[in-house]
């Protein structure tokens, strides 16, 4: 396989551009704001969340699971809407990441590989505007795979028609760094904002 562009850039979103979806902090918070029991609900967590990540069920059938399979004192709806309100631009890293796209995008193109719900994958894309950043987005919910299963990664490189030695994968999760790593393609933990301009820098 053969592409015109110097490297193509895969990157994870939650925990390098956006703080997690929905992840165990952002539970606690909900836990505290609507007076529910943390760790019964997390329990049902563990046991259905990956089936949303990979597009199985709809946020509505997740909370149907882990929270409202019983009479509940606050709204669906509002529940919700704290959900989406728990996504936030990290520092740094969105907005340059878009420059790095506007600046380079002769040179690279960057697509994201992530495990993510639908809903939240599609709120957190329309919010924060990231196709200024990403040529393409495979997302878990999408194409029925989630990290850290080698598949995923083998289908975006086959997506973007590029053989290993061409990709640069960023996560920042150490354990996924390492998946991503025995497809071939050169990867690194994100650590901060400071750390990964570095590394994309170096590839000018």
Sequence with gaps: MATSFSKIIFSDIGGVLLSNGWGHESRQAGATKFGFDYD???????????????GKITLDEYLNTTLFYRFRNFAK???????????LELPGMLQYLKQFKKEHRDKFRIISINNEGKELNDYRIRKFKLHECFDAFISSCEVGMRKPDPGIFQLAMGIAQVSPEQCIYFDDRQILVDAASKTGMECYQHKDFATTKDILEKLL
Aim: aromatic share 20%; glycine share 0%.
């Design 40 to 54: 019964e609900m997390n329990r049902l967590h563990e046991f259905i969340f990956n089936v949303y990540e990979i």
């Design 77 to 87: 709806e509002d529940f919700i809407d704290f959900m989406l309100e728990q996504s």
